[in-house]
C-alpha cells in the first residue's frame, strides 16, 4: 500500500487539475470574449450565466497547488522557482478578475466599462500564464540534485509563447461553447459565429504543438515513439486511440457548431478535446511529475504523511464533487438577465 500511495496521490492531484481546466476554462473563456459582445445586455447574460459558479471552480487549482505542497515537497521546491514569475502574473490576474467581477455589477458608466476591461485583461493574462507554464514544462525544467538551476526567465520561449496563446484560444472555445449551451437569441447566434473561428485555430494549434515537440527532442516525443524522420511505431500504436478520438471529436465539434447544435453537444465536445489533450499530456511526462527530472516516487513525501493526507482527502473530495454537481444541476439550462434560468 506504501508504494501505492504516491500513484495514488498523483491520480488524485492530477484529477484536480484537469477538472480546473475543464471548469474555470469556459469562466475564463468567457472572459476573454467578454468586450467582444454587442451589447452591455449579453455582457450581463454572459457573466450571469457563470456567475452561479465561477468562484467555485477555482476550489481546484487551490486544491492542486495546496496538495502538491504538502504531499510532493520536493517538486513543489523544484517547479516553484522555474516557474515563480508565470504564476504570480496568473494569481495577480485572477485576484483582480475576481474584483471586476464583483464590482462591475455595482458600477455604472465608465467604472463599469473600467471593470468590464479588467475582467477580459485578467482573464487573457491568468489564461496566458497557464499555457506559458505548460510551455515550459513540455520543454522540461532544468534540475540539478532535484533543484532548480535554470535562468529565470527560462520559461520564456518562442515555444512557451504559443502555447500560451494557444490556451488563451483553447479557453475561448471552451467559453463560446459554454454560451452555445447557456444563451438564446442574438448572443446565441454571435456565439456560434465565435466558436467557428475559435475551433479551426484550437485544431491547427494542436496540430502545430504535436508537430514541434518532437522537435524539441524532449522525453515527451521519445514517450510517443516519434523521432523525425522515423516513428517508432511499437510505441506509437498503443497510444493511437488518443489522437484518434481526439480527431474525431473536433470533427464532432465542428459539425456541432455549423449544424447549430445549440444543448449540450458543442460544449462536451470541446470540453473531450481538453480532456484528450490532457491525458496526452499526462502520458507524456510518466513517471515524472516535475518533467523530466523528478518522478512521483522520488519527490513524494513519506509515506504516514500521504496516509493521513489521504484519510482527509478520501472525505472531502466526495463532498467537493457533490456540492460542484449540485450548483451545476441546479443552474441547468437557458439564462436569460431578466427571467433567470428556465
Not at 187 to 200: K, P, T, Y
Request: with cysteine.
Amino acid at each position: 500500500m506504501e508504494a501505492a500511495l504516491p500513484y495514488i496521490w498523483a491520480g488524485l492531484l492530477g484529477l484536480a487539475v484537469l477538472i480546473y481546466i475543464l471548469l474555470d476554462g469556459f469562466d475564463l473563456g468567457l472572459g476573454i470574449l467578454f468586450p467582444f459582445a454587442n451589447s452591455d445586455h449579453d455582457r450581463d447574460v454572459m457573466m450571469t450565466s457563470v456567475a452561479p459558479v465561477w468562484d467555485g471552480n477555482e476550489t481546484w487549482l487551490v486544491l492542486g497547488g495546496g496538495g502538491l505542497f504538502a504531499v510532493f515537497p520536493k517538486a513543489y521546491a523544484a517547479l516553484m522557482p522555474a516557474v515563480y514569475m508565470p504564476i504570480g502574473f496568473m494569481l495577480i490576474a485572477l485576484i483582480f478578475r475576481g474584483v471586476a467581477f464583483e464590482f462591475r455589477f455595482s458600477s455604472k458608466g465608465s467604472l463599469q466599462r473600467f471593470w468590464d476591461q479588467a475582467f477580459h485583461w485578467g482573464s487573457i493574462v491568468a489564461a496566458f500564464s497557464q499555457g506559458l507554464i505548460l510551455g515550459a514544462m513540455v520543454q522540461g525544467i532544468p534540475l540539478e540534485d532535484g533543484r532548480f538551476n535554470g535562468d529565470m526567465f527560462a520559461w520564456l520561449t518562442p515555444f512557451s509563447f504559443f502555447t500560451g496563446c494557444a490556451v488563451v484560444w483553447g479557453y475561448a472555445l471552451l467559453g463560446a461553447t459554454w454560451l452555445i449551451m447557456k444563451t438564446e437569441g442574438d448572443l446565441l447566434a454571435w456565439s456560434r459565429r465565435v466558436a467557428a473561428i475559435a475551433v479551426f485555430i484550437v485544431i491547427a494549434c494542436l496540430v502545430i504543438v504535436s508537430v514541434t515537440v518532437p522537435l524539441l527532442g524532449v522525453v515527451a516525443a521519445d514517450r510517443w515513439g516519434i523521432h523525425y524522420p522515423e516513428i517508432d511505431w511499437q510505441r506509437m500504436l498503443p497510444l493511437a486511440p488518443i489522437p484518434l478520438i481526439t480527431t474525431i471529436c473536433c470533427w464532432q465539434l465542428v459539425s456541432s457548431i455549423f449544424n447549430r447544435a445549440t444543448v449540450y453537444r458543442p460544449f462536451l465536445m470541446s470540453v473531450s478535446i481538453f480532456a484528450l489533450a490532457y491525458i496526452g499530456l499526462v502520458i507524456s511526462f510518466y513517471p515524472y511529475i516535475v518533467p523530466y527530472g523528478l518522478t512521483i516516487e522520488q519527490a513524494a513525501a513519506p509515506a504516514n504523511s500521504q496516509g493521513i493526507l489521504l484519510v482527509g482527502a478520501v472525505i472531502l473530495l466526495p463532498v467537493i464533487l457533490a456540492y460542484t454537481a449540485y450548483v451545476y444541476w441546479v443552474f441547468r439550462g437557458k439564462v436569460d438577465i431578466n427571467a433567470g434560468y428556465h
